[in-house]
């Protein structure tokens, strides 16, 4: 039994993180630092035939701007290929590359300067399609290395031609994911401080892998290692991603620090850090795979192409594990698998969490779905029949033994966890009933080759020091990446030890004090450096036990049991006292020996031959199978997923808290990743370059997750540990698409199962939105940040009319949209801000019905009872605009105003007859709501007018209503489609009006009055519903027919009308 | 430049700042409270949250010229004489965290929800924290943190 390992432990680093103290990159501030920002290029692909900053450098406060030549050191680099540049020369990779850094004294200065450096360029045609690239007429990216493929890793195993002669079937099936963001909460920040001491360089920052920050660094400025220290600050999420983007930009930050001997801080916006940093590479693969009738598996042979984007980075890493790990957890005779990873001009890719796994594995999971079925057998069936046990062979011929084989136990304990097989008959009942909503359950297993394999060097390091009073210090060569590396080692030393983890303080991390560790990835944090935090503490624990084992009266070391803060025999006798911990660590002290040990792991062998692909590839693999339930909404193509089951082997559970919330992270991570991540770069241009463009997972999208901890202790982790960080991410996608077969019988071979995805069976290209405003901006503003604005406060509405009439203004109410525009102006902005008027305040109502001030708050609105009793559909669509945080701020006027065509207050204000005050010096005027948008973002007020207050009628009749809003998440949406729906009855129970208005459908919300017209004075009833269908098409089609989401939009807004309808026919019968 | 008066965790501050900084600027920048954090500054990510007038705001979508009288409250206020409010307790207790960063934003979400609501149901408690994104935790530890925190916190 152990003492702590095992059990639920708060994290160590808690304390600091919910109260606000811990420091992040970005909070470090050093009196006289310099603030620097980074000059990208404007194209992605060309050459460089002027850059200058005559103008930027007499910029008041600018103190320094850097450029290729002024590179001391190394100008290529890349932890495997020298192949990238933290600043280029004079040829442009990617949208991301960095053609000069500028410090200066302030933020505002610093990216002022950078707008105005002056660079001309001769474009290229950009290379973005992965298989253009390998085409032999397509340029070379990087010329040096003579060709666009970066890697090119071969396996072969038996005879793939006997293998598919002997199968009974052979199916080809082609796959594809795409680029995913890391999305990190924290965007990448670093400070560098000259250190004259070392007469080197302090670099803190959101630094993943401090050792590799240090090497890049030392090479870049012409350095030993020994003059670089890294500091690696709190680090705001990571999974991959801060690795080769802060390397680059702790050369940068390093080199302005050397010019202008001041620290420097570099801090990336959100757009810069989208723009800049790698992503998870975009896999096409291709499956052929021969069977025999009853499902064994004969041959496969795959084909992967990755897009490595404009460096090698990782590619090299990430393609390796995938040619291992291909074929899954099953056991083929004959195979042959083909992985290239090529050149292109996209954003350049890397490794995050998985690293070239979640891509094979949703393709493979999904292709065994599509086997078992064409041999009419069940998934479950399937993996049993084919799926690794003790002693298999691998793809690449390794032996599976040492460790327990455990993948059909972590099939049976995910089956028996989620109910699989009750749920599937359940499911086919509901089914049968519901014609919209259709459920689906699916699963997927996998394994994984545990921390860095035959990558390379796999060794780490950590320090356990105990002080004169117990107390103990844990230093470890790894990082804290908020996944609880330092929980569970000191954990490790409290359970070593048997000190109670509050007696264990885990020291702020820097290379200098600590041998290199090596990177913190590949899962491999528990297992290596756990294991060294375990040598470390057991080796001081020897050098107590000397000074104790007289007093104890034991000769060995194992018959004593250290627990609770005392050391004692593990038979208890007596006249033997036990000994205090902290007694025993000060004897040892006095007696002039060292408590402090260093422990070092290097991992066992493994080996791989590159030509075969054939190796012991890694040392130990974990298993393990998700089980994914979801709800598809057949209307929309609009996934939701239920519950999701999770069963992992980890070897042996550290943390349990832990251990329980990687599962929660890595699922969640997978539910983007299968469903929402939709990373749009088109011509090499990143188009969704922050979250209202990059959708992640919200609160409302995770409903349920299972953990399943399963322990099959190994010989090579600490008390048994393994791997779990990656594992819990990779087979998300596949479970679900998965389940998204067995709900609709429709496969789907490419993810993320967005609605168009889901809906017409391929994806569509979105347009941009705040992107759209960058690009199109007359003065293209580089990085969105708001400058230059003044901003005058009237102290009531007559100041605020006098003010209109006299100057061009913007008026800020609650700023909510208005301020974000802000950021992409350049030129100055005057704003009257008008939010605290009271005149514009409050909701009234008289006799004929309500009067809604223009700064009037959405969280008013869907609290107030005269509106929630007499204009529910109001309600509704204003509870679902953005956030709290929005709705506290967002004013109804300003909604209405600012005339988006996802405007979501609108439609219902034109369902229920608003009409608007305007005032002006001239008077005050009133127009309907309808009249007042013209289209997209264009309205009739005028320059001098402010929109006062909102009257809306009250119904003097019974409404029947519905409404309903489609966004791709399940909050914080912007709105893709909506409909709102009134209908009233006369005494024969006939349409006696009807009012429908459609949201983000045509350039401007508008009545449906041909379908409405339709309706009116009939009976409401499935007949009547479906005959909508041909003059709702034929208006749409003249409308929209040619926008690029019409092939979506329009048979879904035919749905969404028609339900709503049905909705309304269905409270009316139930009235 | 404007000159501000406004309250920041009870205390009045005074303080002149050019028209642009937002309030996440001011906090950070100018008074030193860098509990709050920058995501995205649009609005979308959360970690800015900070309560102004009682209600959740992003505190990179408001302009310093509309904080005047303003009483903000931010993650500093929480800890009271070293102790940790039950929600923080709760934070820790059911592993709310991970890296930390979306963690100040949260809590604020969840203590503006709280002061309002003591008892919130599960769909309360999601609501309060959409506008909330964290990539780390996968939110079910945050629900089940949030909903544990008992009548006083």
């Known amino acids: 039994m152990y003492n702590i390992i095992g059990k639920k432990i708060k994290r160590i680093d808690g304390y600091e993180k919910v109260t606000g103290k811990a420091i992040y990159g970005d909070d470090i501030y050093?009196?006289?630092?310099?603030?620097?920002?980074?000059?990208?290029?404007?194209?992605?692909?060309?050459?460089?035939?002027?850059?200058?900053?005559?103008?930027?450098?007499?910029?008041?406060?600018?103190?320094?701007?850097?450029?290729?030549?002024?590179?001391?050191?190394?100008?290529?680099?890349?932890?495997?290929?020298?192949?990238?540049?933290?600043?280029?020369?004079?040829?442009?990779?990617?949208?991301?590359?960095?053609?000069?850094?500028?410090?200066?004294?302030?933020?505002d200065i610093t990216y002022a300067a950078c707008e105005a450096i002056k660079v001309e360029y001769k474009s290229y045609t950009s290379v973005n399609n992965p298989e253009d690239s390998i085409k032999p007429e397509t340029r070379l990216i990087h010329p040096e290395f003579k060709s666009n493929v970066v890697v090119h890793y071969p396996l072969v195993k038996g005879n793939i031609k006997q293998g598919f002669e002997e199968s009974d079937h052979i199916i080809e099936r082609v796959y594809k994911t795409g680029f995913v963001e890391h999305a990190y909460i924290e965007p990448e920040s670093v400070t560098v401080i000259p250190d004259p001491t070392t007469k080197g360089y302090k670099v803190y920052g959101s630094i993943q892998n401090p050792y590799t920050t240090r090497k890049t660094v030392a090479l870049f400025m012409g350095l030993n290692l020994n003059r670089i220290n890294v500091f690696g600050s709190t680090l705001g999420g990571s999974f991959g991603g801060k690795d080769d983007v802060i390397n680059m930009m702790a050369c940068r930050a390093a080199l302005l620090a050397k010019i202008t001997d001041k620290p420097v801080k570099l801090t990336n916006t959100r757009e810069d850090s989208i723009k800049e940093s790698y992503k998870r590479h975009p896999y096409i693969m291709k499956y052929k795979a021969g069977f025999n009738k009853n499902g064994k598996l004969k041959a496969m042979k795959i084909d992967i192409l990755a897009d490595s984007g404009a460096y090698s980075s990782q590619s090299f890493f990430v393609t390796w594990r995938s040619v291992v790990q291909a074929t899954g957890p099953y056991e083929i005779e004959n195979i042959q698998t083909d992985i290239k990873a090529v050149y292109t001009n996209n954003c350049y890719t890397a490794a995050f969490r998985g690293f070239g796994s979640p891509q094979i594995i949703f393709a493979q999971e999904s292709l065994?779905?599509?086997?078992?079925?064409?041999?009419?057998?069940?998934?479950?069936?399937?993996?049993?029949?084919?799926?690794?046990?003790?002693?298999?062979?691998?793809?690449?011929?390794?032996?599976?033994?040492?460790?327990?084989?455990?993948?059909?136990?972590?099939?049976?304990?995910?089956?028996?966890?989620?109910?699989?097989?009750?749920?599937?008959?359940?499911?086919?009942?509901?089914?049968?009933?519901?014609?919209?909503?259709?459920?689906?359950?699916?699963?997927?297993?996998?394994?994984?080759?545990?921390?860095?394999?035959?990558?390379?060097?796999?060794?780490?390091?950590?320090?356990?020091?105990?002080?004169?009073?117990?107390?103990?210090?844990?230093?470890?060569?790894?990082?804290?990446?908020?996944?609880?590396?330092?929980?569970?080692?000191?954990?490790?030393?409290?359970?070593?030890?048997?000190?109670?983890?509050?007696?264990?303080?885990?020291?702020?991390?820097?290379?200098?004090?600590?041998?290199?560790?090596?990177?913190?990835?590949?899962?491999?944090?528990?297992?290596?450096?756990?294991?060294?935090?375990?040598?470390?503490?057991?080796?001081?624990?020897?050098?107590?036990?000397?000074?104790?084992?007289?007093?104890?009266?034991?000769?060995?070391?194992?018959?004593?049991?250290?627990?609770?803060?005392?050391?004692?025999?593990?038979?208890?006798a007596e006249n033997i006292k036990p000994i205090k911990f902290e007694d025993a660590a000060e004897k040892a002290y006095g007696a002039g020996l060292n408590l402090s040990a260093y422990g070092w792991y290097s991992s066992p062998e493994v080996s791989w031959e590159e030509s075969t692909g054939q190796g012991n590839a890694y040392f130990t693999y974990v298993y393990g199978c998700q089980v994914a339930e979801i709800e598809v909404d057949t209307f929309t193509g609009k996934i939701n997923i239920l519950n999701i089951t999770a069963a992992h082997d980890v070897?042996?559970?550290?943390?349990?808290?832990?251990?329980?919330?990687?599962?929660?992270?890595?699922?969640?991570?997978?539910?983007?990743?299968?469903?929402?991540?939709?990373?749009?770069?088109?011509?090499?241009?990143?188009?969704?370059?922050?979250?209202?463009?990059?959708?992640?997972?919200?609160?409302?999208?995770?409903?349920?997750?299972?953990?399943?901890?399963?322990?099959?202790p190994d010989k090579f982790g600490p008390f048994g540990a393994k791997s779990l960080g990656e594992p819990t991410l990779e087979l998300t996608s596949a479970a679900i698409n998965n389940a998204l077969a067995f709900a609709t019988k429709k496969r789907s071979y490419q993810i993320p199962l967005t609605l168009e995805q889901v809906f017409l069976g391929k994806n569509l290209k979105k347009p941009s939105r705040q992107s759209e405003d960058i690009h199109l901006s007359k003065n293209k503003k580089l990085s969105p940040k708001i400058s230059n604005i003044k901003i005058t406060t009237p102290a009531s509405l007559d100041e605020s009319i006098d003010i209109l009439n006299k100057k061009k203004c913007k008026i800020l109410a609650g700023g909510t949209d208005l301020i974000i525009r802000l950021r992409m102006k350049s030129e100055q902005q005057e704003l009257l801000n008008i939010y605290n008027l009271p005149q514009l305040k409050g909701i009234t109502e008289n006799n004929s019905g309500i009067s809604i001030g223009s700064l009037v708050t959405f969280s008013e609105i869907i609290k107030n009872k005269i509106i929630v009793t007499n204009f529910p559909v109001l309600v509704k669509a204003c509870s679902l605009i953005g956030s709290p945080q929005i709705r506290n701020r967002a004013t109804i006027g300003g909604n209405i105003v600012n005339a988006a065509p996802c405007a979501d207050a609108v439609p219902p204000l034109i369902l229920y007859n608003a009409k608007l005050i305007l005032k002006s010096q001239k008077g005050t005027r009133e127009i309907k709501i309808q009249d007042f948008i013209i289209k997209s973002y264009q309205t009739k007020i005028k320059p001098d007018e402010i929109l006062v207050s909102i009257k809306v009628p009250k119904p003097e009749k019974k409404y029947y209503y519905s409404y309903f809003q489609l966004g791709r998440r399940n909050a914080l949406n912007i709105t893709r489609m909506s409909i709102s729906a009134i209908v009233s009855l006369d005494k024969n129970n006939l349409v006696e009006e009807c009012r429908l208005v459609d949201g983000s459908l045509f350039s401007h919300s508008q009545r449906l009055t041909v379908i409405e017209d339709l309706i009116t004075g009939k009976e409401l009833n499935n007949i009547i519903i479906s005959e909508i269908e041909k003059p709702l098409f034929e208006l749409i089609n003249r409308e929209i027919g040619n926008r690029w989401s019409s092939e979506y939009k329009m048979p879904v807004f035919i749905n969404l009308v028609k339900s709503v309808l049905k909705d309304i026919k269905d409270k009316i019968g139930k009235s | 430049m404007i000159n501000l008066k406004f309250k920041v965790n009870g205390k009045e501050v005074a303080i002149k700042v050019e028209d642009s900084k937002r309030l996440l600027d001011i906090l950070r920048d100018e008074l030193g409270l860098t509990g709050t954090k920058e995501g995205c500054g649009i609005g979308e990510c959360g970690a800015c949250t900070v309560i102004m007038n009682g209600d959740a705001v992003c505190s990179c979508l408001i302009l310093a010229g509309q904080l005047q009288n303003a009483e903000i409250e931010t993650i500093e206020n929480l800890e009271r004489d070293n102790i940790l409010s039950n929600l923080q307790e709760a934070f820790l207790e059911y592993g709310a965290i991970q890296c930390g960063f979306c963690t100040p934003g949260m809590l604020m979400s969840a203590k503006a929800l709280l002061d309002k609501n003591p008892h919130p149901t599960e769909e309360e408690i999601k609501t309060a924290l959409e506008g909330n994104l964290c990539r780390c935790t996968g939110y079910i530890p945050i629900i089940d943190a949030v909903k544990n925190v008992l009548d006083k916190y």
């Not at chain 1, 209202?692 to 999208?701: G, Q, S």
């Open chain 1, 651 to 712: 070897g042996k559970v550290i943390n349990r808290l832990g251990a329980e919330g990687q599962i929660f992270g890595g699922v969640a991570q997978g539910i983007g990743y299968g469903v929402l991540e939709d990373f749009n770069i088109q011509n090499g241009e990143v188009k969704s370059n922050n979250f209202d463009e990059y959708l992640i997972p919200t609160i409302k999208d995770i409903n349920h997750i299972e953990p399943v901890l399963i322990e099959n």
């Open chain 1, 368 to 572: 065994m779905d599509e086997i078992a079925e064409i041999c009419g057998i069940s998934p479950l069936e399937i993996r049993q029949i084919n799926g690794y046990g003790q002693g298999s062979i691998t793809a690449s011929g390794q032996k599976l033994s040492g460790h327990k084989v455990s993948l059909l136990q972590v099939i049976k304990e995910a089956v028996k966890k989620s109910n699989y097989k009750n749920q599937i008959k359940k499911f086919q009942e509901l089914n049968k009933i519901n014609k919209r909503y259709k459920l689906g359950i699916g699963l997927s297993c996998s394994f994984r080759g545990c921390s860095l394999g035959a990558e390379g060097t796999d060794a780490t390091s950590a320090i356990v020091s105990v002080q004169a009073d117990g107390s103990v210090y844990v230093l470890a060569g790894l990082n804290e990446n908020g996944q609880g590396l330092r929980t569970s080692f000191c954990q490790i030393a409290s359970e070593v030890l048997g000190v109670d983890i509050d007696k264990v303080v885990f020291l702020e991390p820097q290379t200098a004090t600590i041998t290199d560790g090596g990177p913190t990835v590949a899962s491999r944090s528990t297992l290596m450096g756990g294991k060294a935090t375990l040598q470390a503490a057991e080796e001081v624990k020897k050098v107590i036990f000397k000074v104790i084992k007289k007093d104890l009266k034991v000769e060995n070391i194992e018959d004593t049991i250290w627990a609770k803060g005392f050391i004692k025999k593990n038979k208890p």
């Open chain 1, 30 to 107: 050093l009196k006289g630092m310099l603030y620097a920002a980074c000059r990208y290029t404007d194209i992605p692909a060309g050459k460089i035939s002027k850059i200058d900053i005559s103008e930027a450098k007499n910029i008041k406060g600018v103190e320094a701007i850097a450029l290729y030549k002024d590179i001391p050191g190394e100008k290529r680099l890349g932890p495997i290929r020298k192949d990238q540049y933290a600043i280029i020369k004079d040829e442009v990779f990617y949208s991301g590359d960095v053609i000069a850094v500028v410090a200066a004294q302030t933020k």
